[in-house]
């Protein structure tokens, strides 16, 4: 056989170790079709999950839901009616940190395809008539302004008239930074027009989802004749961290999250997903008399 030259033979040796260290060529399939769980890691088929209403069958992690997704799973289809949909938050500080306010609005809308953090109307659940109020991540964390407030205020004082119950279904960071005390003083407006409803002796239930911290459990979301909680959800006011660094010790593990709540009183029940909208109907019923 005929010797190479040093120069022929680090030609051969490059192709051969490029051949070896080629990537296998990818698959033609869409991103959309599957989704990790962020507790097991188990990949998961896009409409195996939709159909098991967005839990994890491996570890029942529950998924966050946007509004539209929550009212499809919870009320009476075709029953949903939307109120007050052209609400909208306006830049009135002019306030800007990295990006201006009014430039953080309109990609919120555009990524939630939302006016705002809430959507709010009436509807039916198993027949029985209430109005809903449902917060969205996806809007700006959903954050309360105050046309989150506003629209809160108007659901309830809609159950006033109507004498018909009202749920929330809370998911929220806190209040929004960029209103100021704006923001603030919607914990005050929603907490006095709850005051009203319970004086007409109107039911008020509240169905706590991951995450609901902040100014929105300083207010309606611990204002209710009974709290729901999802399993596994964070609920609180302050983040673990800060309150671990004021009381300078350790917090049990789960704090803050459904389970710990319930043990503690602080949540009537935990809900599975599953099991949710009857449960919710069978409140409605007993409320009904």
């Known amino acids: 056989m005929a010797k190479l030259s040093i120069h022929e033979w680090f030609v051969r040796k490059k192709k051969e170790d490029n051949r070896n260290t080629q990537q296998p060529q990818r698959l033609d399939i869409p991103d959309n079709l599957w989704v990790k769980c962020h507790q097991c890691n188990q990949a998961i088929y896009v409409k195996d999950l939709d159909a098991n209403l967005k839990v994890c069958s ?9 509004a539209r997704e929550r009212i499809r799973f919870t009320a009476d289809e075709g029953t949903f009616e939307e109120i007050n ?4 938050s306006t830049d009135f500080l002019e306030f800007s940190d990295s990006k201006p306010y009014s430039q ?7 990524k939630s395809s939302l006016n705002e953090a809430v959507v709010t109307g009436k509807g039916k659940i198993n027949n029985l008539p209430v109005t809903m109020g449902i917060m969205d991540f996806s809007f700006m964390g959903g954050s309360m302004g105050s046309v989150v407030g506003e629209k809160i205020a108007r659901q309830i004082e809609l159950s006033i008239e109507s004498k018909i119950p009202a749920i929330i279904f809370t998911c929220s960071g806190g209040a929004r930074m960029q209103e100021g005390i704006m923001s603030l003083m919607q914990m005050a407006k929603t907490s006095a027009t709850l005051q009203r409803l319970r004086e007409q002796g109107v039911p008020f239930v509240v169905v706590l989802t991951d995450p609901t911290t902040g100014g929105t459990t300083a207010s309606f979301a611990m204002l209710g004749d009974v709290h729901i909680a999802e399993p596994g959800a964070l609920i609180g ?8 660094q004021n009381l300078r010790q350790k917090l049990p593990p789960g ?10 009183g602080m949540v009537d029940m935990v809900c599975h997903r599953k099991e949710l909208r009857n449960t919710l109907s069978k409140l409605l019923s007993f409320f009904a008399g």
């Open 85 to 88: 949909l052209n609400l909208k």
């Open 255 to 264: 704090f803050q999250r459904s389970e710990f709540l319930l043990t503690h």
């Open 104 to 110: 953080r609005i309109e990609d919120a809308m555009i």
């Open 58 to 66: 491996k570890c029942d992690y529950h998924f966050r839901l946007s």
């Open 237 to 244: 006011f302050a983040g673990a961290r800060v309150i671990e």
